[in-house]
């Protein structure tokens, strides 16, 4: 279905983008895959590693979200968009909200006109965990992006759809790299050690994002079924000697994460593998051959039936993660 097809991904350069554009050139023919993102060394980074000598299908076209003119000139002929940009770290959300809002919120409704002014045929979302009964800004602004995306398909010509899942193994600005950099310290800064999260790979949430893309109808709300990990098992992956620094839950930060609330179980429909949350507003169906959940459903990583284990968490780190972080540059450590 992607073959032949020209496939803008917004935020390209960063950790899902490149393993996305990676994979598409491994499994697909497009016609063109265009990597829109604002961050000229990413994209400068990203052509040594994907050159368009080598990959005549690629282009890397520098844009921001933000700016609705700039969009325009970028989808022009495009087929389908995987729109990943987003502003993500909690702490700078909460001090500067307002960048927040224009990027997520704002950039959203952008990629929405102009997707749909340009004649796209499927638009996906990523979204999070923390968009589900938000209690920071970065949750709250992707809950509004994905009502705005969701809600598109009651007036335009596109598809739209939305992909929420947790935390991405080795994903850039994220706690393992962290850990990774400063693990001769000896000691690892934890906020609270009950504190749990959802964990996948990079390559399982392009896996789903792709899926999720070629059989979309528009609406749905995909959560992928993903293990938990306690953070205190995460830590002793990476050093089971290092010390724990309890420094305390930050602003807007969570002690468990939720991908699906108990509100949202009356419209949540389980497909094996993963979840589709159907919206009502939009007056969709069930999907085919779907189980609906329980009425007191709620899927969050506390009450998670599936969990890492330090052990299996060490082997990915250290013969998966650290090798790929090595080669890319971005990790130098021992």
Known sequence: MLDGKTILVTGGTGSFGQKL??????????????????????????AQKFPESQHECLRY?????????????????????????????????EYNPIECVKTNILGAQNIIEVATAAGVKRVIALSTDKACNPINLY????????????????????????????????????????????RNNKVFPITDQRMTR?????????????????????????????????????????????????????PGEKLHETLISVDDARDTWDMK??????????????PAGARQVAEDFNYSSDANDQWISADQMRSTIFNELIPQLKASGELIAP
């Open 61 to 93: 076209f520098i844009g921001d979200v933000r700016d609705k003119a700039r969009l325009e000139l970028a989808f022009r002929d495009v087929d389908y968009v995987v729109h990943a940009a987003a502003m993500k770290h909690v702490p700078l959300a």
């Open 198 to 250: 959802f964990w996948l790979s990079l390559q399982e949430s392009v896996d789903f994002v792709i899926s999720r893309l070629i059989e979309m109808q528009g609406g749905e709300l995909f959560v992928p079924k993903i293990p938990s990990m306690r953070i205190t098992d995460l830590a002793a992956a990476i050093d089971p000697d290092a010390k724990l620094d309890v420094i305390g839950i930050r």
């Open 21 to 46: 554009t990676e994979t598409l050139l491994k499994r697909f023919k497009p016609r063109k895959i265009i990597i829109f993102s604002r961050d000229e060394q990413k994209h400068f980074s990203m």
């Open 139 to 182: 949750g709250a602004t992707k809950l509004a992006s994905d009502k705005l995306f969701i809600s598109a398909n009651n007036y335009a010509r596109a598809i739209y759809s939305v992909v929420r899942y947790g935390n991405v193994i080795g994903s850039n600005g994220s706690v393992i790299p962290y850990f990774l950099r400063i």
């Open 273 to 286: 593998d993963h979840y589709v949350v159907v919206s009502r507003s939009v007056n969709k169906s069930p």
